[in-house]
């Protein structure tokens, strides 16, 4: 069996006629373990391992048919697992074990990543976005053996409001003879921490430069950014007015008040009802140290003088301060004279309130008396008063006198108090006097 294996080429020679019959022979024995002789180059692997199969057993390796399995290590891989020694002397296919490899992943809008080993098998990447960004999805993706990664590309959303610090609390005084103060302030600027663009900026309360009264007043600024989210501050106003202690219209009189009556810088003025004159101060200012100015203010009794020598001059005291009502009768006993002051006896607060003084002149000289509340009048001056006022001395009569010293009405009969006040309100400066005593809630109670 082994020289047939060891001569067939020789005899393939001699019947191919290639050698002579006659010539010497020389023959050379070419064992056929020589054809094994590898015809592909050998196999080597990096990051891998390789198992062939020759079809003439593991002794001829790298012969044409040979075929080697390519196994890759973790994280490699091969275009194809399998290759084959060709006729061409070239294996079938690249063998090389590559690194796996992810796709590239998109760069998120408004942020970035940072990986530890590009795309390759395995790199972890960390996402992160530019300030005033926040991320929305996973913070890392991991590069799989499939080579797809582990998480998806994160989004980078603006969810940070705006930040906007508002001035320091406005303190103010208000100016002399006002309530207000004007307040001014530096608006502030919003500071956006994504793009920094502002879209709005919005003030709830007053403006700059407004006059504000007095208290405390709360302000605040709101800004927008290009996503809706918004940022606000607050601070205050507080408007403070120096005050003096506060002043009353004196008993019988009147007061009246510019600006608020109290506040520094305000005047105060004092008038007296009709029979009453002012003492101390006719008007008063609320100073810088919160005292008044001046001395307080009262209104006295109308002091009248009943030692005068003539009827004249008892008149002339009550000119333009006083009304008089003079009540003339012969006797005390006189039936219309003693219904009359019944009458008026319940109606003083009404006689007062308009200014009325009442006189009686009671019986016939020289035994006449004459009255001015409690105090008498000398009977000489009390006969100078009827026959000035041309008042007969034997019947009722009744004198209604203004403060101009005019003769108004006369009565030759008692009236009621209702009558009276009637007549008396018509009266062009009692017009005056009622718009005032009701500023000062002067009134009679019912």
Not at 222 to 251: E, I, M, Q, W, Y
Not at 320 to 347: C, D, G, V, W
Not at 398 to 408: E, I, P, R, S
């Amino acid at each position: 069996m082994y020289w047939k294996s060891t001569l067939w080429p020789l005899i393939l020679c001699i019947k191919q006629g290639i050698v002579e019959s006659n010539a010497w022979l020389s023959v050379v024995v070419i064992p056929l373990s020589s054809l094994g002789t590898p015809w592909c180059a050998p196999i080597k692997v990096k990051h891998g391992d390789v198992s062939c199969r020759t079809p003439r057993g593991e002794h001829y390796r790298n012969v044409m048919g040979t075929r080697c399995k390519i196994r890759c290590k973790q994280g490699y891989e091969t275009q194809s697992s399998e290759v084959v020694c060709m006729a061409s002397k070239h294996w079938s296919s690249n063998y090389a074990c590559r690194e796996i490899r992810c796709p590239k992943l998109n760069m998120p809008a408004n942020g970035g990543y940072k990986c530890s080993d590009g795309s390759y098998f395995n790199s972890r990447c960390e996402f992160f976005c530019s300030p005033g960004y926040s991320l929305k999805g996973q913070k890392t993706a991991t590069c799989q053996h499939s080579k797809v990664w582990s998480a998806g590309v994160p989004t980078c959303v603006d969810i940070d409001p705006p930040k906007i610090k508002c001035p320091n609390l406005k303190d103010k005084w208000a100016e002399p003879g006002k309530l207000t103060a004007r307040v001014t302030w530096d608006t502030p600027e919003g500071v956006d921490t994504a793009d920094g663009i502002l879209t709005d900026v919005i003030l709830k309360g007053k403006p700059s430069k407004s006059d504000f009264p007095e208290g405390l007043h709360k302000m605040s600024y709101t800004v927008f950014d290009r996503a809706g989210n918004k940022g606000s501050c607050r601070f205050t106003v507080r408007v403070r007015v120096r005050r003096c202690s506060s002043l009353f219209p004196p008993d019988n009189g009147y007061m009246k008040c510019d600006s608020d009556g109290d506040n520094y810088g305000a005047n105060c003025e004092f008038k007296c009802t009709g029979g009453y004159e002012l003492q101390g101060s006719a008007a008063r200012v609320c100073q810088y140290g919160l005292t008044w100015s001046g001395t307080d203010t009262t209104c006295a009794a109308m002091n009248i003088n009943v030692g005068v020598q003539t009827a004249a001059a008892l008149l002339d005291q009550f000119y333009e301060k006083r009304r008089l009502l003079i009540i003339s009768a012969p006797t005390a006993a006189n039936h219309n004279y003693r219904f009359q002051m019944t009458n008026l006896q319940h109606a003083q607060c009404g006689l007062d309130l308009r200014h009325v003084t009442v006189i009686e002149l009671v019986g016939t000289y020289p035994a006449q008396v004459g009255r001015i509340r409690h105090r008498l009048l000398p009977p000489g001056l009390a006969l100078q008063l009827r026959l000035l006022l041309q008042i007969p001395q034997r019947s009722f009569q009744m004198v209604l006198v203004d403060k101009q010293g005019m003769d108004k009405q006369r009565y030759p009969f008692p009236i009621t108090a209702a009558e009276l006040f009637t007549t008396i309100d018509t009266f062009p400066l009692r017009k005056d006097e009622m718009m005032l005593q009701q500023e000062a809630g002067q009134a009679c109670q019912s």
